[in-house]
């Protein structure tokens, strides 16, 4: 079945970096594109970046733009979010996500999610 698991949260001083993974498996992952979102407290989930199959065009929240860096490896089936220059603001849960073909209609699927908490 469909696994997508992110790794890489964690604490961080405003200014810092972190660096998320996720490993997808159960679909044909070089062909489908991927994306993170973030969901901060009491906040709605929203999309931070997502790439192509081909990992090409990224695209980015305005919030993050020239701060994160999405990219995949196809070879090793994994997606990285590289995040810099944090802020209090990017506290959240980031989510590894994917929407596939089911049938007549599309499917979500999501990460467990990894907490990124920006603090000093």
């Known amino acids: 079945q469909v696994q997508l698991v992110e790794s890489g949260g964690g604490l961080v001083q405003p200014g810092g970096s972190l660096s998320l993974s996720c490993a997808a498996s159960?679909?044909?992952?070089?062909?489908?594109?991927m994306s993170w979102y973030h969901q901060g407290p009491g906040k709605e989930r929203e999309l931070v970046a997502a790439?192509?199959?081909?990992?090409?065009?990224?695209n980015y929240a305005d919030s993050v733009k020239g701060r994160f860096t999405v990219s995949r490896d196809n070879a090793r089936n994994m997606v990285y979010l590289q995040m810099n220059n944090l802020k209090p603001e990017d506290t959240a849960v980031y989510y590894c996500h994917t929407l596939l073909r089911e049938g007549w209609g599309l499917k979500h699927y999501w990460g467990q999610g990894t907490q990124v908490t920006v603090s000093s």
């Open positions: 790439i192509t199959s081909a990992g090409d065009s990224p």
């Open positions: 159960g679909f044909p992952f070089s062909s489908s594109a």
